[in-house]
C-alpha cells in the first residue's frame, strides 16, 4: 500500500504543480524569502553542506532547485550523478546558466566554501578530508556503484545533525542507506515527490524506508531548508530540569498511544530526538510540542518512530563476526558431538540485517566443518516497532548492502529482488522468526544458545542496564554466548559472564550464585497490585454452622485453582498449589508461565490458548509427572474455563489443578483360544506387511529424494543463469542511466547551438553579402540567401561540390583560385563580371576552426556594379573632355 504523504512527514511540500523543465527563464526565478532570512554564518563553525543525489532525469529538478537558492544562502552545495566515465560532463557549465553561486568541478584537495556549487566528476567518488573534499577512485563496477550513498555516509560523518541530503529523479535505489545515515546523525532528509520525477524510483525507495523527513517539490525545498535551518539555530538546547513536566507528559502519551515506555531511555538521547521533530515542526518549547502531539495523534506516531534506534546493516563490526565463524560456533558444535538444536535470540533486530547475519554466520559454519551429527538453529528476532519486523519479514535488501556483504556471500545466500536489491535466500530466512517484543515489558526467551544484544544497552540508563544483564544471564544457558556491541559491556556483573580470548564483545555465561541471577523480570502488568494468597477465616463453633462445613469442604475436596488475566498474571489462588506452581527465581513475579514447574509450562500454555478461544471448559486428563529419575509419579488432571465477559471476573481464566492416581500397568496372559491365536497371527502378518510397505515407501522416498536432487541441481544452474542475466540488466540499467544523463545535456548544448546558429545566420543575411563557406574538398558546407542570386541553389546543394552549380560569373578559374588558397593559405581576391552584366569583388579567405586548423575556404561576392559603372561614365567623361 502506498504511503500518504502525511504519514511521512507533516512539513511536506504540496503536490500541485507540473514537472519542471529547464528553460532559459529558469535564472530569473526570485529566490526564496525563508532560507535568505535563515543565512547561515560559516564563522560559526564549518560550513555546512547540502548533498544533493540524482541520476537519470535528475538535471532538471537540480536546475529547479538551485534557481530557488538565493547567492548569499550561507550554504555549500554538492551535487552527485550518476555519470558516464567516458564521457566529459557538461553539467557544471549547464548548472551556471540557472545560479549565480559560482559552479566547479569538485578537484582533490578543493575546500568547501559557501555559496557554491560543486559537481562530482565523472568515474569517481567524493567525501569529506576536514573542511577539504576528497575525490577517490570510483569504487565498485559499473552496475553497482552507489556514489550518492558513499558521501551521503561522509556528510553524516563529517557535519552530523548539520548535514542535508537530497534525493532527486533517478533508477534503483541508490541514495536510501545515505539518508538513513544522515537521518540518524541528526541531520535533515528530502526527496522529490514522485509524481513530479520523471523516473521516481530513488525517491519513492527513500520513501518507503520511511527515511525522509521532508516530501516535496524541487522548487519547494530551499523554502523547507530554510525553515529548518532557522529552527535549527535559534532553539536552545532543551534543558530536562526544567520541563520535568513536559517531558513527563510527553513519556505518557507515547505510553498511552504506542504502549512503550521509554523513561528508561538515556535522556540525553531522547532530548536529542525530540528536539530534532521539534525543529521539523518549527515548535519553540517542549511545552508547545506537547501541545501539538495532544492536537495531532499522528506526530506521536512520528516521533515514537523517531525515538526507536533502526541503525543496523550486515556483519556490523566485522571482526567479531570473523572470530564467530572461525572460533565461537565452532567450539558450540563441539560441545555437543551427538548433534543439538540450538536457539538464538537476537533482541531489537531492527529490520533484521543482524538476525540474518548470524544465520548465514551458522550456515558457514556447518558448511565448512561437514559435522556427521545433526545440528539446526532456531533464531528468535523481536523488536518493538510493527514496520520494522514487517520489513524484515520480507528478507528484502536494496543494492546498497554489497558495501557491507561479500560478493561470494550474496551469491550463496541472497537473490535477485523484482524490483533490484537482493532477497535472502528461503532456506535462511525459514530459520528466524520475527515477533514484535518489547525487551523492557515482555518475559524474555530462555534456554537460549546464543543472544545477540548489540549496541543496546547504550540507549538505556544504567539502571535499566543492571537489571538487563542478569536477565540475559537467566535466558542464556551454561556456557552459552552473549554477543554485545562495541559501546555495550557487561558491567560490574564479573561473576555471570567471562569475555572469550581474543573475541572482542563476546561473553560466556557462567553458573552463578542465586542472589546473583535475575532480580528483574519483566512483566506487562505492572501496576497490578497482587493479592496474597490467604486461608479463609474460619468462624468458632458458636458461629455460623453452615458457613464452617462449606470451608471445611472447600478445603478438603475443592480442587487448588488461580485465577488469570489475559496476560496469565495470577490475580487469586485458591487451596494448595505448590505442588504445580512455584516462585521464579529473582524479583517477584506472578505470571503463570514464569512460575509453572517443568513438564507443565508447554502444556498449561496451550491449554490457556485453547481455553481463551473457546467457550466452556476445556480439560487435560491423565498429564504423567515424572520424577527426577525420569520414572512416572503421579498424574494430573487440569482445566481451564474462560469466565463469562458479562459477569464480575469478565476477561479472567480459571485453572485448576488436581492429583489422581496414576494408571494401573495393564498385564495379560497368553490365551489358549484359537479365535484369540488366530487374531494375534493376523495382526502378526498385517504388521509385517504394513513393514514391506514402509520399506518400499521409503526406498521411493529415496528415489525422489535423488530426483529432486537432481531437480535442485537444475534449479541451480538456471539460479546461475538468472544471476548472469541479472547482472547483466543491472550494468545495462547503469548503462542506460548514464547515457540518459549525458543525452539530457547534449539536448542542452544542442538546444544551446541551435540558438547560436540562427543568431549567425541573421547576422549574415543583415550584412547583404553573398557569403558560401567550402570544406576542404569544395564542397558546399553553408551558404546565404544572397548567394542564391549569384548561384543556383537551393537546400539540397548543400554537400555538394561548387563546380556542379551553375552560375552567372565569367571565373572559370574559381576553382584553381580555391584551390591555392588551400595550398599556400593567402587569401584571393579578384573583380569578376557576369554574364548580365554586373560586377562583383569575389575574395577567397581560408576556414579556420575554433582549433586554428584550415577546414576548407570562405568565398564571399560583394556586388560592385554600381561602382564600376561609376567608374565607366567617368572614363567617359575624361575622354571627352580630352
Known sequence: MPLSRDAISPVQGSSGGAHATMTKQTAHVTPVPAIEQASVNPANGAVPVVGIGASAGGLDPICEFLAAVPPASGFAYAIVQHLDPLHKALLPELLQRVTRMPVHETEDGMPVEADHVYVIPPNRDLSFDGDNFAVLPASGVRGHRFPIDSFF????????????????????????????????????????????????????????????????????????????????????PMQADTQRDALRQ?????????????????????????????????????????????????EIELLFKELLIGVTNFFRDPKVWDYLVATALPQLLEAHPEGAAFKAWVPACSTGEEAYSLAIAFNEVLEKLRPAAQYTLQIFATDLDDDAIHRARQGVFGAGIADDVSAERLQRYFMPAEKGGYRIRKDVRNTIIFARQNI?????????????????????TAKLQEQLIPLFHYALKTGGMLMLGSADTPGHFNELFVPMAGAGRIYRRLDASIHRVANYFPTRVSTVSVPQASEPHHPSMNGNLQNQVEQLLLKKHAPAAVLLNAHGDILYIHGRTGAYLEPAAGKANWNIHAMAREGLR????????????????????????????????????????????????AGTLMVTFATVPLPPEKRRSRSNNPQVLELEQQLAQARLEIQAVRDEMQASREELKSANEELQSTNEELQSTNEELTTSKEEMQSLNEE????????????????????????????????TIFLDSSLRIRRFTDRTTQIFKLIPGDVHRPLSD???????????????????????????????????????????????NVIDGVVVTFINITESKLLEQQLRSMQKGSE
Not at 746 to 753: A, G, P
Open 153 to 236: 555516509r561522509s556528510l553524516a560523518a563529517r557535519s552530523r545533525e548539520r548535514a542535508v541530503a537530497i534525493v532527486f529523479s533517478g533508477m534503483g535505489a541508490d541514495g536510501t542507506a545515505g539518508l538513513t545515515a544522515v537521518r540518524e546523525a541528526g541531520g535533515l532528509t528530502m526527496a522529490q515527490l514522485p509524481s513530479s520525477a520523471r523516473f521516481d524510483p530513488m525517491p519513492a525507495s527513500a520513501i518507503g524506508a520511511r527515511v525522509v523527513d521532508i516530501v516535496a517539490q524541487p522548487g519547494e525545498m530551499a523554502a523547507h531548508l530554510g525553515e529548518w535551518w532557522s529552527s535549527h539555530d535559534g532553539v536552545a
Open 602 to 649: 508447554h502444556e498449561l500454555a496451550d491449554l490457556l490458548k485453547r481455553a481463551a478461544q473457546s467457550e466452556g471448559m476445556i480439560a487435560l486428563r491423565g498429564l504423567i509427572q515424572r520424577d527426577s529419575a525420569g520414572k512416572p509419579s503421579e498424574a494430573l488432571d487440569l482445566t481451564a474455563e474462560a469466565l463469562p465477559e458479562s459477569g464480575p471476573l
Open 739 to 770: 547515457l540518459y544523463t549525458v543525452n539530457a545535456e547534449l539536448q542542452s548544448k544542442v538546444d544551446d547551438l541551435s540558438l547560436v546558429n540562427g543568431d549567425m545566420k541573421n547576422l549574415l543575411n543583415s550584412t547583404d553579402v553573398a
Open 805 to 851: 552549380i551553375v552560375n552567372e560569373l565569367e571565373y572559370p578559374g574559381l576553382q584553381d583560385d580555391a584551390q591555392e588558397v588551400l595550398r599556400t593559405l593567402v587569401f584571393c581576391e579578384r573583380q569578376i563580371p557576369t554574364r548580365s552584366g554586373g560586377w562583383y569583388t569575389v575574395r577567397i579567405m581560408p576556414y579556420r576552426t575554433v582549433e
Open 250 to 298: 510527553l513519556f505518557q502519551l507515547l505510553l498511552k498511544q504506542t504502549g512503550a515506555n521509554f523513561s528508561d531511555y538515556k535522556l540525553s538521547t531522547m532530548l536529542r530526538r525530540i528536539d530534532r521533530r521539534m525543529k521539523l515542526r518549527q515548535c519553540e518549547t517542549l511545552a508547545a510540542y506537547v501541545a501539538c502531539l495532544r492536537e495531532n495523534p499522528p
Open 440 to 460: 523492557i515489558s515482555d518475559p524474555p526467551f530462555t534456554k537460549l544458545d546464543i543472544l545477540c544484544c548489540r549496541n543496546l544497552l547504550i540507549y538505556f
